[in-house]
Structures are given as C-alpha cells and as structure tokens.
T-cell receptor, first 113, second 113 residues
Framework: DAMVIQNPRYQVTQFGKPVTLSCSQTLNHNVMYWYQQKSSQAPKLLFHYYDKDFNNEADTPDNFQSRRPNTSFCFLDIRSPGLGDAAMYLCATSRGRIQETQYFGPGTRLLVL | AQSVSQHNHHVILSEAASLELGCNYSYGGTVNLFWYVQYPGQHLQLLLK??????LVKGIKGFEAEFIKSKFSFNLRKPSVQWSDTAEYFC???????????FGTGTRLQVFP
C-alpha cells in the first residue's frame, strides 16, 4: 500500500561520484517535492515539479538537479557529492499546489565517504 | 524570512501525562498549518492540519491543535499520552497561496511507561 516509494533507503557514495536517488508515487499527484534533512534540522525544500514545470529554490546548490520523466517518477541527481551533502533526502507529493497535504516517502539516507 | 519555531526540542513524559508542544511562525498573512509525526524508522505522516474555519483542529490518535492567529501559534495537545506516541513531531506552515512547506526543527517526544 506504499504511496510514495523511495529507493534505495540507504545510499553510500564516494566524494565527487555522481549519485541518483529515486522516488515514485502511486497517488497520481501532480506535484512532487524533494527535501533535504540534515541531522537535528528541519527538512528543507530543494525543488519541486508541478507536473512538468520545474521550480528550484533560490538557495539550492547547482550540484543538485532533478528529473521527472513522467507523473509517477522523480529523480534527484547530485552531480558531485561533497561531505556536506550527507543527509536524509525526502520525497513528497501533493495533489495540487494550494491548500494541499504533502505525503512523504520514507526517505533515502545518503552517506558520502 | 519566514520561519517556524518549535521551542521544545526534547520532551520526556510518563504515560497518561498531558502534552503540549509549542509552535510559532513568522508570517503576517494567511497561512496553512500542519503537524507531522515521524515514528522511529518511519516516514513523516500527517497528524492534523488547519486551512480555515474552526481554529481548534482534531487529528488522529487523540491529538488536537489550536490556531491562535493573534499569537502566530499552532500548539499541539494531547490530554493523555501513550508509550506509542514516542516520536518526532514537526510543525509546518505554508504561507499564503504557496505550496512551500516550511518546517520547524522538530520536537522529540519520549514517553515512558
């Protein structure tokens, strides 16, 4: 019955080695979000897609990219991970943009060696 | 900048004790308010939300929250906690007609039998 699925749950990568995290949803929601959550901090929005329309937060580093090939899938690409990018990455979806609830996946914990 | 403050970082209670977790936000206009809960090893789940109407909102598992506009607050309450309420609780806000969810840093609740 999982509605927002993230794979893998744990990802280990090397410093500077590109990594891709994936998110899929069975809710047929229009909006998909990516958040970064570092230890003991609040989740922080990186970017989101409203359908195919990409919306980047102003302070999201260029190192972070995203793709949404279809309604169900969204990917987070980290081009050259640094030690500071080690975090939990959360995917969320919502039906629309205004006055909507966001539904979260379990997250992928990224470790950078 | 818009922000959400949760002043209680770590709360320890015995079962049957009453709970109140504080949440304040800094935004002068219309807001949508949420409480999310994250049980150990699980994903963020919606506990309750306020969009409009009755400022006293009831959520799942006996939780409720009260929106006090004059105090910019949305405190979470439960009259009698259970061991199974042990979790991290996040207050979140979407300002105005946006979908940008701004989280507080969370409150870790530990309930002892």
């Amino acid at each position: 019955d999982a509605m927002v699925i993230q794979n893998p749950r744990y990802q280990v990568t090397q410093f500077g080695k590109p990594v891709t995290l994936s998110c899929s949803q069975t809710l047929n929601h229009n909006v998909m979000y990516w958040y970064q959550q570092k230890s003991s901090q609040a989740p922080k929005l990186l970017f989101h897609y409203y359908d195919k329309d990409f919306n980047n937060e102003a302070d999201t580093p260029d190192n972070f990219q995203s793709r949404r090939p279809n309604t169900s899938f969204c990917f987070l690409d980290i081009r050259s991970p640094g030690l500071g990018d080690a975090a939990m990455y959360l995917c969320a979806t919502s039906r629309g943009r205004i006055q909507e609830t966001q539904y979260f996946g379990p997250g992928t914990r990224l470790l950078v060696l | 900048a818009q922000s959400v403050s949760q002043h209680n970082h770590h709360v320890i209670l015995s079962e049957a004790a009453s709970l109140e977790l504080g949440c304040n936000y800094s935004y002068g206009g219309t807001v949508n308010l949420f409480w999310y809960v994250q049980y150990p090893g699980q994903h963020l789940q919606l506990l309750l939300k306020y969009f409009s109407g009755d400022p006293l909102v009831k959520g799942i598992k006996g939780f409720e929250a009260e929106f006090i506009k004059s105090k910019f607050s949305f405190n979470l309450r439960k009259p009698s906690v259970q061991w199974s309420d042990t979790a991290e609780y996040f207050c979140a806000v979407t300002p105005g007609n946006t979908d940008k969810l701004i989280f507080g840093t969370g409150t870790r609740l530990q309930v002892f039998p």
